[in-house]
Every structure is written in C-alpha cells, then in structure tokens.
C-alpha cells in the first residue's frame, strides 16, 4: 500500500481521537463519564474505519509496540509515528481555533498532565499499566487469530481506553499516548511532564506486545 495512504489513515485517525478528547476537557461540560466516552468512541470509529489500511494504530506507542515484535517494519514505523503526531497537532490547533482562550487556558487545552501531588514515579508506573492494558486489548482482539474481526477488536479496544480513563484520570490525565499528549503540549506550549508520556506509555505497549509475542499466541505452524 502507498506511503500517502498509511499516512492519511494515521493522521486522520490520530484526529479523530485527539480532537474529540481534546474537546470534551476544554468545553467545560462534559464530566469524566463524558471525556472517558469521547475518547473511548472516537477511538473505537477510527480503528474500525482504518484497520484495513494502516492497521489503525493512532498512537507511536502502538507502532513501537508493533515494531519490537517485527509486525511492522522501521521505515514504515517513522512514517506512522509523523503521522500521528501531525494528526494530534492538527486537532489541537483545531481545538485552539474554535474554543474561547479563557477554556483553552483553563483546561491548559487538555494536555494529560499529573493531579495535584501526583510524583514522577506514579505518573510512570500508571501511564505503563494503562498502556500495556490497551495494547493487550488490541493483540488480544486485533493480532490474534483466534479473536474476533477487527472490526469488532475496535470496540474493544476503543472500551479500554475509556475504562483506563475512568480508572486513572483524575492521576495522570491517562493519555496511553504520546501523539495525544504531543499536539496539545506543542500548541499550548507546555511540555512539563512530557517525557513521563512517551517514556511510559512506550514501555507499558513494548512489554505487553513482547508478552503477547512470546507467551500468549499460537505458535506459527510452518507451511507443509
């Protein structure tokens, strides 16, 4: 498939879940129940739109997931990864654009950060747990044969990301993303915190795909 094509997948599909989470926290109006569903369905819709082209990762953690287990190749892993971060960036330009500075400054154009009293090593240790539960969802119905479709896995994967918000929001923001905590960072211009939302959600995607890759999934059988 055309580099354009996977391009246009990760972006548009990073989009759709940076915009719509982005623009749950700086309306105002939506409680944690709201941010965790709009994160959770525009997540579920891009995954179930672009699986057949990109494989619908939306997240460099994913893709870096992915590539530790050779189920995708370098080269293609960086044109992903530009993607996603230029989808991210695009909703959270987007979102600069159409809310009132006064909401954009408030909810510091929700960009995942710690809660009050939150230490490095709590942000670290969550954002990994939530990451490498959201790269199970998806080996588990996305990568195994044994699952459902991926049109199903979608849904499934979209769920966990909701529940992961539910679960530890109000901690660390849940991002589970480096594009999703990337676009808002570099279009408020606050990048605190920042690395604990690549380090982590890195780590959590790369030991879960490793334990999926090693332990949990048949083994191939060779062709007869």
Not at 45 to 53: R, Y
Not at 152 to 168: E, P, Q, Y
Not at 173 to 194: E, I, K, Q, T
């Amino acid at each position: 498939m055309s580099s354009s094509k996977l391009f246009a997948a990760e972006a548009i599909g990073t989009f759709f879940l940076c915009f719509a989470g982005i623009a749950a926290i700086v309306n105002g109006k939506a409680d944690l129940v709201g941010i965790a569903l709009a994160h959770g369905v525009a997540l579920s819709i891009a995954v179930s739109i672009f699986a057949g082209i990109s494989g619908g990762h939306h997240n460099p953690a994913v893709t870096l997931g992915m590539l530790s287990t050779g189920r995708i190749a370098a080269p293609t892993a960086v044109l992903y990864i530009i993607a996603q971060l230029v989808g991210g960036t695009v909703a959270a330009f987007a979102c600069n654009m159409i809310f009132t500075p006064e909401a954009v400054n408030t909810a510091k154009l929700g960009i995942p950060l710690p809660g009050p009293g939150v230490t490095t090593g709590v942000v670290l240790l969550t954002e990994f747990i939530l990451t490498f539960l959201l790269m199970t969802a998806i080996f588990g119905t996305a990568v195994d044969d044994r699952a459902p479709s991926m049109k199903l896995g979608g849904f499934a994967i979209g769920l966990t990301v909701a529940f992961d918000i539910l679960a530890a929001g109000p901690i660390t923001g849940a991002s589970m993303n480096p594009a999703r905590s990337f676009g808002p960072a570099l279009v408020f211009g606050d990048f605190s915190w920042h690395w604990c939302y690549w380090v982590a959600p890195v780590a959590g995607a790369v030991v879960a795909a490793q334990l999926w890759q090693n332990l949990l999934l048949e083994p191939k059988k060779a062709a007869k």
